[in-house]
Nanobody, 122 residues
Framework: QVQLVESGGGLVQAGGSLRLSCAAS????????MGWFRQAPGKEREFVAA????????RYTDSVKGRFTISRDRPKNTVYLQMNSLKPEDTAVYYC???????????????WGQGTQVTVSS
């Protein structure tokens, strides 16, 4: 069973930056897409960004375009989310997930990490 472990969350002031990491636990990682989602209190889980392992194709939700960058390190089986110009509305628990399609629907991703808290103060 593949396991995903997120790290890098924390408390940051508005305008600051954080980099999240998501490491997969196995070399035989067969999923072709890695995604980042977030969930704020009282809200549904929402898509943030996704990337394909092979070619590095990416997709972002409109609210983070130009501020967030998703990338991957294939030898390390690790995906990153660089978050710049953070806003209070970015506050949420951030999850990474593995799937087979570069899509935004959470229930199409098969494996999930435990989440990491990101808090942006104003």
């Amino acid at each position: 069973q593949v396991q995903l472990v997120e790290s890098g969350g924390g408390l940051v002031q508005a305008g600051g930056s954080l980099r999240l990491s998501c490491a997969a636990s196995t070399r035989t990682f067969s999923y072709s897409v890695m995604g980042w989602f977030r969930q704020a209190p009282g809200k549904e889980r929402e898509f943030v960004a996704a990337i394909t392992w092979t070619y590095g194709n990416t997709r972002y939700t409109d609210s983070v375009k130009g501020r967030f960058t998703i990338s991957r390190d294939r030898p390390k089986n690790t995906v990153y989310l660089q978050m710049n110009s953070l806003k209070p509305e970015d506050t949420a628990v951030y999850y990474c997930a593995a799937g087979d399609l570069l899509i935004t629907t959470p229930n199409r991703y098969a494996v999930w990490g435990q989440g990491t808290q990101v808090t942006v103060s104003s």
